[in-house]
């Protein structure tokens, strides 16, 4: 038997009510703070990636999945979504419009990283960007939004946190401060988190190993910036303030990827145990630049779409559901069959969620299958009655059942 890929799992119809939960809220919410939807391709030149993201990352040195296609071309499964969008800002001349091109999208990301709760090796992103400002109030817009997002979901017992890495001079600061502060501890760290000391001490704070994790939480870290930084992150802290929307301070906070700069922020759920991080985002006001665009401020989030249904799950006890069907059509008699395939023909035209067996199975059968899919009504086409033009409707809430004429079902039903 083959089965799905290590890392790859496949979302079935008990669970897929929660993703069209998740996915309708976040159309909804992100389309009321005037957000556009954008998808990108699933693969992208993997240079797109390395230049971004950063060589000495985990990402690009262990984790893409990497290959050359029939033209020789190096092609990467994208591992995040950012990179990819501001390809196309670019690409397509998005910034024509004038203004901030405010973004999200939804869609699946690749990193052959180890499975574990809540992340696969294919996983699912929400995500938004905002490219053309370097207001504090976007920083806070994005901010609220995420947590706006959450809200509507229902999941509770979230935490924002919030950090400064300042200006790409500030971040230098930063990254010489942490390396002070990691030097006395190099000896411990793993093989990999040695070589991040030398490269990019800032992915230390997402090694997964636990000794590296506890050194990380035990080093001492303070923000670095210039006065124009430390005016920018206080206006976002006054504006988060303003809209009353808690946060802390955790100047652990660093977002490891290397176009980070200025604000970086972190929202974590309590239900998700270690790994609780369930959204992370922040500034990259240099990598519209970098990718051959003009000199462009941008800030951007994401959600992990496995970890969101992971928290909602705990929160309401269940895995949830598919769509509830509303009729289940059955059957007293296989000479039936056709006229009550053309009620099911009606229904749908009507807009109403039904089905029906069409095995020509036995009336007790047909019953059971419909209390198994805990549809709301179920009709019963039976001789006697249709010879009359009716049908039996039966009401699965309230265990009662009446006798209508075939043309009042649908005012019976809605």
Not at 51 to 67: L, P
């Amino acid at each position: 038997m083959i089965k799905a890929l290590r890392g790859t799992k496949d979302i079935l119809p008990d669970a897929i009510g929660l993703w069209q939960r998740i996915e309708a809220t976040c159309r909804n919410i992100f389309n009321i703070y005037a957000y556009n939807e954008i998808k990108t391709p699933i693969i992208e030149e993997a240079s797109l990636f390395t230049r971004s993201i950063g060589d000495a990352t985990d990402i690009v040195q262990k984790e893409m999945y990497i290959f050359c296609d029939r033209g020789g071309r190096n092609i990467a499964l994208r591992p995040e979504a950012t990179a990819s969008i501001v390809r196309s800002y670019i690409e397509n001349s998005l910034f024509q419009s004038g203004g901030i091109s405010k973004l999200f999208y939804i869609g699946p990301m690749f990193r052959a990283e180890r499975p574990q709760q809540g992340r696969q090796r294919q996983f699912h992103q929400i995500g938004a960007e905002a490219i053309g400002s370097d207001s504090p109030l976007i920083d806070v817009e994005m901010i609220a939004l995420s947590v706006k997002f959450l809200e509507k979901l229902a999941i509770k017992n979230f935490h924002v946190k919030l950090n400064s890495l300042g200006c790409q001079k500030d971040k230098e600061s930063v990254i010489e401060k942490h390396k002070e502060s990691f030097r006395p501890h190099v000896g411990k760290l793993c093989i990999d988190c040695k070589g991040r000391f030398e490269k990019n001490v800032l992915r230390i704070f997402d090694c997964k190993e636990e000794s590296c994790r506890e050194i990380a939480e035990s080093v001492k870290s303070e923000n670095a910036l210039c006065s124009n930084c430390a005016k920018h992150f206080k206006q976002v802290k006054e504006g988060l303030d303003l809209l009353g929307i808690q946060y802390a301070i955790d100047h652990k906070i660093v977002r490891g990827l290397d176009y980070y700069t200025g604000t970086v922020f972190e929202i974590t759920q309590e239900s998700l145990g270690a790994k609780d991080a369930i959204c992370a985002g922040g500034r990259y006001n240099n990598l519209v630049r970098e990718l051959g665009g003009k000199d462009t401020p941008a800030i951007g989030f994401a959600f992990g779409v496995e970890r969101l249904a992971l928290a909602l799950g705990k929160a309401e006890g269940a895995k949830g559901e598919g769509r509830r069907m509303d009729v289940f059509v059955t059957v007293a008699g296989e000479l039936l069959y056709n006229e009550a395939f053309k009620l099911l023909d009606f229904l749908r035209s009507a807009g109403i969620t039904s089905d029906m067996d069409y095995e020509a199975r036995s009336l007790k059968t047909q019953l059971r299958r419909a209390e198994k899919l805990g549809v709301r009504f179920v009709v019963i086409v039976g001789e006697e009655e249709f010879k009359r033009g009716n049908i039996i409707l039966r009401d699965m809430e309230n265990h009662s059942q009446k006798e209508i004429a075939v043309e009042d079902i649908v005012k019976n039903i809605i």
